[in-house]
């Protein structure tokens, strides 16, 4: 992926979402946790030196897999390539609990679907497209039919279970 680093670093230095010191550990064999700053800004995850201002690195949470590691912990996967894990540990469940969520909600993608979602619900309750006044009620990327077959049933079921 192409990405301009002085827009990268800027981003980097934008209110977070989410922060906090984790302990992470890269994919590398034999890599070893270390205390890092980590900062959820939009869809990128940025880690620092705990001391430094400037980010080590940056994973974009696009075409992700969050799961649950040991009691306080979990990996970020990427489809591409699944046995590539970076590793962080929290110092609590509850911590544990809130950056998996925030992590998984962070991505186009599942802004996205959530955004068909709540416009279809908005039209079935009021008969009138909300994105019709911004003039982009037309837009394939803001179309039900363009979800993958896979997932648009799972994701409408999950969407609905959570209204209850």
């Not at 430094?52 to 690195?57: F, I, Q, S």
């Not at 925030?102 to 679907?113: P, V």
């Given at each position: 992926?192409?990405?301009?680093?002085?827009?990268?670093?800027?981003?980097?230095?934008?209110?977070?979402?989410?922060?906090?010191?984790?302990?992470?550990?890269?994919?590398?064999?034999?890599?070893?946790?270390?205390?890092?700053?980590?900062?959820?800004?939009?869809?990128f995850l940025f880690y620092f030196r705990?001391?430094?201002?400037?980010?080590?690195?940056?994973?974009?949470?696009?075409?992700?897999?969050?799961?649950?590691?040991?009691?306080?912990?979990?990996s970020i996967s990427f489809i591409e390539d699944p046995e590539r894990k970076y590793y962080f540990e929290c110092c609590t469940q509850g911590q544990c609990q809130e950056w998996m969520e925030?992590?998984?909600?962070?991505?186009?993608?599942?802004?996205?679907?959530s955004l068909i979602f709540y416009r279809n619900e908005i039209q079935k309750m009021t008969g009138k497209d909300p994105l019709e006044q911004y003039g982009i009620s037309e837009e394939a990327r803001f179309q039900l039919s363009n979800l993958p077959r896979d997932?648009?049933?799972?994701?409408?079921?999950?969407?609905l279970d959570e209204l209850d």
């Open positions: 992926m192409r990405y301009n680093e002085k827009e990268l670093r800027a981003l980097s230095q934008q209110p977070a979402e989410m922060a906090a010191e984790l302990s992470m550990r890269g994919p590398k064999k034999g890599s070893v946790a270390k205390r890092r700053l980590v900062k959820l800004v939009v869809n705990t001391d430094e201002a400037e980010p080590l690195g940056a994973l974009l949470l696009e075409r992700c897999r969050v799961a649950q590691e040991e009691p306080g912990g979990f925030a992590l998984r909600r962070a991505s186009y993608e599942y802004m996205r679907r997932g648009r049933a799972a994701f409408i079921s999950a969407r």
